[in-house]
């Protein structure tokens, strides 16, 4: 196996070019049997295996240039050939690599990136830093200091970014493309165009244009001849333009780069992202341009594996496959709460011609794509854009219409200043469904929505839910058409027994701010209160028969489920606030959680002197990448973590420690 050979990314230099193509094919094949055991960002990977061969062959990240993939799902060739091919089987498992370019996993990641769009912005600053540290600008500050050692390790040489998956239309992306264009930096633009969105112009007389536009002889004349007719008096630089735009209008005839080109970027493209001689050619040429050089390269995504080039978007990001035939091996009969929340609001529009769905590239993530096809004039996809997303929301709501976003938890942190600015300051009935609240599972620290709870909490005017099952979420749906407020409903990555919607008017309404007595005790001394999904249901199933074996009544423990995180109601208060012990349990992180909001409002009607008050959350740390269930586990998440917890807790002094009972026993 030519694999076999590729023990650090030099190797491949060693490599004959059909020994190129065969390394191709192993690393599909790679790609593809891992992820059909462990799941993953399949489709995006397998094409761009061409383009990572000739990157690794063309570029030295072993001493001198480096690469940034924009998205990083895009990444699995570069890690197998940079040297994570014996732990590639780990491949986001616990402890093993994850799914994205992470700085602490391998020297070759010069950037960590999860969220689409940051990939110029970071080649444009490390661009900066290297020019300084070349370019002699290294000086003594003020303290005496010589601030050498903070530009060592810049390199002196190209600085890459692969941006794909139609990153290139995100904010960010297009905010990076201005900057870069007006300082004029060296870096090369790798557009990974992989759906075709920005131009079919591929073959044999586009790579041959390409080929020339691209070469040492074209850009030499391009240089020599701007040099010689700007020096001829009065008339020269008109000339130069003149020229300039003839030989931009020329290049447009062949493809789109005329965007690139008015931006300050060097537009070579498109070119054949499959064909290695080209790409290697290509690259050859353009190292040696100094100057912004926006590379256009047309790939397919799942090349190379038949049912994902017919299915790129459910192979985009997927489950565990039979390899064979490219089915999931997920569980029939089960739907997400995002399909689940999308269907039910579905029966909630037919019935209301203001309801629109709006999501961010999403379609399929969130579960909208049946409500795509029965209504597709009230469905729109505004693409890699979230802050877009809230405010085209605010504007559809400040003229009548009722929108519902349905973001994932991660993305919306994106969109924080338009919710506060633009939705919430102006009070605007626009509806957030963020999918994949707290722990999203093998996508990692970049993807765990963890902090939603923490950075939406606090915000004036703002109406945050989290249901405890599916029946509270088609409630919740509900009720936020009726609030006429900013409405937050937040449910976790997980699944429900498929079943089929009831009518709008079945379901009933929640009170704004209205919370659920679920285990009422009678004298409320011991209080579970709880947020969301699955441990407040767990909890309403455990804690009966741990209060069967308590004897005293007054030890015996309540449970509320909260169901708004805000507003918190004062009868909620009032019914806790003689309380001598207080349990919260959110998935989310500690500080700034409802746990801390719950506690701040009790401190306004008790003295806190004599209270025993405990958060059960996910810490205050950023959570990599496993499964759902075995993460949830290690936070104390599980049936029995929360037992234990219970019983460290709440039963400390001696009426009740021989009541304590074991896991075992349920």
Request: charged share 25%.
């Amino acid at each position: 196996m030519i694999l076999e050979k590729i023990k650090k990314p030099q190797d491949i230099k060693l490599l004959s070019e059909e020994e190129l193509k065969f390394l191709a094919d192993e690393l599909r094949e790679e790609i593809i049997s891992v992820c059909s055991k462990n799941g993953g960002h399949i489709a995006s990977s397998l094409g761009v295996v061409e383009l990572t061969i000739a990157l690794l062959r063309s570029f030295d990240f072993e001493k001198t240039d480096k690469i940034i993939w924009d998205v990083g799902h895009q990444s699995y060739s570069y890690k197998i050939l940079t040297g994570r091919k014996e732990n590639f089987n780990t491949l986001r498992k616990i402890g093993g690599i994850s799914g994205f370019p992470s700085l602490s996993e391998s020297r070759y990641d010069f950037f960590g990136t999860g969220h689409a769009g940051t990939s110029i912005s970071a080649a444009l600053g490390m661009s900066v830093a290297k020019d300084l540290n070349r370019g002699g600008a290294v000086k003594n500050d003020e303290s005496g200091k010589n601030d050498k050692a903070y530009y060592a390790g810049c390199g002196n040489g190209r600085i890459i970014a692969v941006i794909g998956d139609a990153s290139i239309s995100s904010g960010p992306a297009l905010e990076g493309l201005n900057n870069a264009g007006s300082l004029k930096k060296d870096i090369i633009v790798v557009l990974n165009d992989n759906e075709m969105s920005i131009s079919k112009n591929v073959g044999a007389i586009s790579n041959y244009l390409n080929k020339i536009l691209s070469g040492n002889f074209y850009q030499g004349i391009r240089k020599e001849a701007e040099k010689m007719l700007k020096s001829i008096p009065l008339f020269g630089s008109q000339v130069a333009r003149l020229i300039s735009k003839f030989e931009e209008s020329f290049k447009n005839l062949i493809g789109p780069g005329i965007i690139f080109e008015e931006l300050g970027f060097t537009y070579i493209g498109p070119i054949d992202g499959h064909n290695i001689p080209y790409l290697l050619n290509t690259f050859e040429n353009i190292k040696n341009i100094e100057k912004p050089i926006l590379l256009h390269v047309i790939t397919k995504k799942g090349k190379g594996y038949e049912p994902a080039e017919k299915n790129p978007s459910i192979f985009h990001g997927i489950s565990a496959f039979d390899k064979k035939t490219g089915l999931t091996l997920k569980k029939s009969g089960n739907i997400s709460y995002g399909e689940l929340a999308s269907n039910f609001l579905l029966n909630v529009a037919e019935n209301n011609g203001k309801i629109i769905a709006v999501t961010a590239a999403m379609p399929d993530g969130t579960g909208l794509s049946k409500f795509s096809k029965v209504l597709p004039r009230r469905f729109f996809d505004v693409g890699i854009a979230e802050e877009h997303a809230a405010v085209f929301a605010a504007g559809a709501a400040a003229n009548g219409l009722k929108p519902f976003v349905f973001i994932y938890s991660t993305f919306l942190q994106r969109s924080l200043d338009q919710i506060i600015h633009d939705i919430c300051l102006q009070n605007l009935p626009v509806v957030f469904c963020i999918d994949r609240a707290g722990i999203a599972g093998e996508d990692g620290a970049t993807h765990q929505g963890i902090f939603d709870i923490s950075y939406l909490n606090y915000i004036p005017n703002l109406i945050f839910m989290s249901p405890r099952n599916e029946y509270e979420l088609m409630r919740m749906i509900k009720s936020s058409v009726l609030y006429n407020k900013p409405v937050a409903i937040r449910y976790p990555k997980a699944e429900v027994s498929y079943f089929i919607p009831p009518a709008e008017s079945e379901v009933a309404l929640i009170k704004e701010g209205e919370f659920d007595i679920l285990i009422d005790p009678g004298i409320f001394k011991n209080v579970i209160i709880s947020i969301g999904s699955p441990h407040t249901e767990i909890l309403n199933e455990m804690l009966p028969k741990l209060n069967g074996d308590i004897d005293e009544e007054e030890e015996k423990i309540g449970l509320i489920d909260a169901r708004f995180i805000s507003p918190v109601l004062p009868e909620l208060i009032d019914k806790i606030k003689n309380a001598k012990r207080i349990m919260t349990v959110e998935e989310n992180v500690e500080f700034s959680g409802f746990g801390a909001k719950l506690l701040t409002s009790l401190c306004k009607e008790r003295h806190l002197t004599d209270l025993e008050y405990k958060i059960i959350s996910l810490g205050n740390n950023f959570v990599e990448h496993g499964s759902r269930g075995e993460l949830l586990a290690i936070k104390g998440f599980s049936k029995e973590k929360l037992h234990d917890s219970i019983n460290s807790f709440f039963f400390t002094n001696a009426a009740c420690k021989k009541n304590k009972i074991r896991y075992s026993s349920f």
